[in-house]
Every structure is written in structure tokens, then in C-alpha cells.
């Protein structure tokens, strides 16, 4: 999305639209170039706030390339510490704003998380113990999707 408002008149088109069609333009470029990593049999982590229709179409895009895919949802219940994490962040994706405490609030206000998710892992344990559920995740999707 970044890209695109390096162009003035995509980007004016852009902010006409409403929330559900921003964020699908978003999607629609994630799906692209992850349909195009997957045609080359590389692997892909798409990651953003998604709802079911993003989960249930980036299911669809991994299956029509017969890859597998695991739906992983992070969330963090302590919202002081999410609000701590978000001010201590620095992303630095060109033409991009850095993301404030008041963008997450709106968010966390009207996000529902989607039901079908493979992992939850949660920000408020440690790092380390996410890292093993993942790893084991990733190992068990291995022997049962293709």
C-alpha cells in the first residue's frame, strides 16, 4: 500500500473509497504476489489484521497452488503492554506512517478475531515458548497438508 501512494492519483483514489474496499485493495496486492511466490514454489507469510474473508481467501489462494497454509492469529490481552510494544516500535516502511496507539485502539474496538485459525499465539508469554508452539505447528501442517 505504501507503493501506491508514491502515486498521487492512484493514492487520491484510494482515500475516496470506504474502509471494506481500502483494506481489499490491500489484500488483493498481498494475494498477488504471494499467488506469484507460490507458482515458484516459495513460501509466504502474509501478515496483517485479518478477518474471515481475508483467512478464507488466502486458504483458497494456497490451495489452488496446492501449498499448504497455517493460519496464525498473535494477539496480546494487556493492552498497557500492547500500547508500550506499539510506542517502542519502529517499522520504517517507506511512504508509510509509523503506526500510533490511537490507530491500534480503533482497531482492537472493531477487529473480531476469525475462527478458522490453525494457532493462537498470545504476546503477553514469552518469545521463546510462541517460537516452539510455531515450530511445532509448522511441522505438523507438514505431514498433514500438502
Given at each position: 500500500m505504501a507503493a501506491l501512494r508514491g502515486r498521487p492519483e492512484v493514492w487520491e483514489a484510494m482515500?475516496?473509497?470506504?474502509?471494506?474496499?481500502?483494506?481489499?485493495v490491500g489484500w488483493s496486492i498481498m494475494w498477488n504476489v504471494a499467488t506469484a511466490q507460490l507458482r515458484e514454489d516459495r513460501s509466504v507469510i502474509l501478515d496483517g489484521v485479518a478477518r474471515a474473508p481475508e483467512v478464507a481467501a488466502t486458504r483458497d489462494i494456497a490451495y489452488a497452488a496446492g501449498s499448504r497454509s497455517i493460519v496464525v492469529l498473535t494477539t496480546i490481552d494487556d493492552a498497557k503492554l500492547h500500547e508500550q510494544r506499539v510506542a517502542g516500535r519502529f517499522r520504517a516502511i517507506p511512504g508509510w506512517p509509523e503506526?500510533?496507539?490511537?490507530?491500534?485502539?480503533?482497531?482492537?474496538?472493531?477487529?473480531?478475531?476469525?475462527?478458522?485459525?490453525?494457532l493462537v499465539?498470545?504476546?503477553?508469554?514469552?518469545?521463546?515458548?510462541?517460537?516452539?508452539?510455531?515450530?511445532?505447528?509448522?511441522?505438523?501442517?507438514?505431514?498433514?497438508?500438502?
Open positions: 482515500q475516496s473509497l470506504d474502509h471494506l474496499a481500502f483494506r481489499t503506526l500510533t496507539w490511537e490507530d491500534v485502539q480503533r482497531t482492537r474496538a472493531t477487529w473480531r478475531p476469525p475462527d478458522d485459525v490453525d499465539l498470545s504476546a503477553d508469554r514469552a518469545f521463546e515458548s510462541n517460537l516452539v508452539e510455531l515450530q511445532a505447528a509448522i511441522g505438523s501442517a507438514s505431514t498433514t497438508n500438502k
